[in-house]
């Protein structure tokens, strides 16, 4: 998957915590309708709840945010060109993770998930991690989402329809990732989960939704300022964490092919 002949870049989809490479198709189906080469990757151990073993459970529990950049990178390094790098919530995280190690032609962060030494921990997120965050020790846990998680925090703003979809497709997520990125802003740049903004040189276009409960506005507005005139904020009014789908995507969609445009 490399530089097309019409000059466009080739795009990888990173998707967030709880999902696989099937909650980005509407977000892949946007960039292949404007003539992009794009590819969703699945991070390690995320299968369908249904396929997991014990043994798949237990080996995704420990892995490190370290390991989903290090399987990043490699895609990355696959191509001949620099891509766009596209993630969603805790992919969105990971997207700047590996800006910071590899050149990219521009990064797009949808709801991210905060980068170390940005408070995550609102109350509203706090209810939307719900039991998750009382399984000790979680670093040798899976996590995962119930119906009423989703129905709060992930896609409020969405039908019920919409909401129980995406709770239908969410799978396990690891313990120990779950552990970091909620740990971050403790631990500063010392954290697996810091990013250094002064490494990424490519523009940065940061979408956020004004209703989103477990990765607030606030924090989008606080990525865009560490990276200053590097970033552009779009905020979508009364929109939740779901910008990849459902009732406010066509917005979302706009706004990133016109920001591209304009890049």
Same mark, same amino acid.
């Given at each position: 998957m490399?530089? $097309?002949?019409?000059?466009?870049p080739?795009?990888?989809?990173i998707?967030?915590?709880?999902s696989?490479?099937?909650t980005?198709?509407?977000?892949k189906?946007?960039?292949v309708?404007?003539?992009?080469?794009a590819?969703?990757?699945?991070?390690?151990?995320h299968?369908p709840?249904a396929?997991?073993?014990?043994a798949?459970r237990?080996?995704?529990?420990?892995?490190?945010?370290?390991d989903y950049?290090?399987?990043?990178?490699?895609?990355?390094k =696959?191509?001949?060109?620099?891509?766009?790098?596209v993630?969603h919530s805790m992919?969105?995280?990971?997207a700047?993770l590996?800006?910071?190690? @590899?050149?990219?032609?521009?990064?797009i962060?949808?709801s991210?998930?905060?980068?170390?030494?940005?408070?995550g921990?609102?109350w509203?997120a706090?209810?939307t991690?719900?039991?998750n965050?009382? =399984?000790f020790?979680?670093?040798?846990?899976?996590? $995962?989402v119930?119906l009423?998680?989703?129905e709060y925090?992930?896609a409020?703003?969405q039908t019920s329809?919409?909401?129980?979809d995406i709770? $239908?497709?969410?799978?396990y $997520?690891s313990?120990?990732a779950?552990f970091?990125?909620?740990?971050?802003?403790?631990?500063?740049s010392r954290s697996?989960t810091?990013?250094?903004?002064?490494?990424?040189e490519?523009p940065?276009?940061? @979408?956020?939704g004004?209703a989103? =409960?477990i990765t607030?506005i606030n924090?989008?507005?606080s990525i865009a300022?560490?990276?200053?005139k590097?970033?552009s904020l779009?905020e979508i009014e009364?929109c939740?964490?779901w910008?990849?789908?459902g009732?406010?995507?066509?917005?979302v969609?706009?706004r990133?092919?016109k920001?591209l445009?304009g890049?």
């Open positions: 490399d530089k $097309e002949s019409n000059g466009k080739a795009v990888i989809l998707h967030g915590m709880w696989n490479q099937d980005l198709r509407d977000v189906e946007a960039f309708d404007q003539g992009y080469t590819e969703s990757l699945c991070l390690p151990y299968f709840k396929e997991h073993t014990e798949s237990a080996k995704l529990a420990r892995t490190r945010v370290q950049v290090a399987f990043i990178v490699e895609q990355v =696959r191509l001949d060109s620099p891509p766009i790098l993630g992919g969105a995280l990971l700047q590996v800006a910071a190690q @590899v050149p990219c032609d521009r990064l962060l949808l991210s998930a905060p980068p170390a030494g940005i408070n921990l609102s509203s706090i209810r991690l719900g039991r965050l009382l =399984r020790p979680l670093w040798t846990s899976v996590t $995962e119930a009423a998680n989703v925090g992930i409020n703003a329809s919409v909401q129980k709770y $239908e497709s969410c799978t $997520e313990g120990m779950t970091q990125i909620s740990i971050g802003s403790l631990l500063g697996a810091h990013v250094n903004t002064r490494s990424i490519c940065v276009l940061i @979408v956020g004004t989103d =409960r607030p924090i989008q507005r300022q560490r990276f200053g590097q970033a779009v009364n939740c964490h910008t990849v789908g009732a406010y995507f066509p917005e969609r706009s990133i092919f920001w445009q890049h």
